[in-house]
Every structure is written in C-alpha cells, then in structure tokens.
C-alpha cells in the first residue's frame, strides 16, 4: 500500500521558516519522481518543487526559487522541503506528491499524495 505521509507545517511570520518532510512507503523510493504541490482555496494546485530521486537534480517554480529548497534522504525514502523567507503569497496547503516508474524530474499528474499539511504566513 502505498502512502506518503507529510509533516512540519504551520503558522510563521513572514521572513520566518519552515521545514516539511514526507516519508513514503509502499514502492521503492528512487522508482519514483517526486514533488511538492500546493493548493489555495479556490485556486489550481500549484507546483513548486521537484526532484529526480536518483540523479538528485531539481528543479523549482519561479515564485519560490532562491527561497525553497528540496532534499531528499534515500535511505529513509524521505523528501523534504525547506522553506525560507516566507511570504504571505506562500500561503497554502502542501503536499508531497509521488509518480511510479518515472525517472527525472517530473511536472505532470502525479498518481499518489500526501494527505497535506497546511502553512500559514502572517504579515
């Protein structure tokens, strides 16, 4: 059974930082593209981070680049999703997402997600 389970949100001031993890399980990790997605009330789920599991490259959506970073750690098939300089616009639920049998980074449909964890950024 495949699950992804995310933690590490919250409420920051902006300027302020978070960190959010999700370890899978259910398939092996470095099989898998992963990402972290965030959705707005009312809005289409965005992407903002990628990462290719088994070359370690990334890549990231325009709004957050130079701010966010994504990692990983294989042995504990663990991503993470560190998050600096926070901005109210930052806003949202995220989620970490997973697409099987892929390789590199990926920005389409993902088939599996995270139940979200939801960060808040006050002004």
């Known amino acids: 059974q495949v699950q992804l389970v995310e933690s590490g949100g919250g409420s920051v001031q902006a300027g302020g930082s978070l960190r959010l993890s999700c370890t899978v399980s259910?398939?092996?990790?470095?099989?898998?593209?992963m990402g972290w997605l965030r959705q707005t009330p009312g809005k289409e789920r965005e992407g903002v981070a990628f990462?290719?599991?088994?070359?370690?490259?990334?890549d990231y959506a325009d709004s957050v680049k130079g701010r966010f970073t994504i990692s990983q750690d294989k042995v504990k098939a663990t991503v993470y999703l560190q998050m600096n300089s926070l901005k109210p616009e930052d806003t949202a639920m995220y989620y970490c997402?997973?697409?099987?049998?892929?390789?590199?980074?990926?920005?389409?449909?993902?088939?599996?997600w995270g139940q979200g964890t939801q960060v808040t950024v006050s002004s």
């Open positions: 259910g398939f092996t990790y470095t099989s898998a593209c």
């Open positions: 990462i290719d599991t088994r070359g370690g490259n990334t």
């Open positions: 997402a997973a697409h099987l049998l892929c390789l590199g980074l990926f920005r389409g449909k993902y088939d599996y």
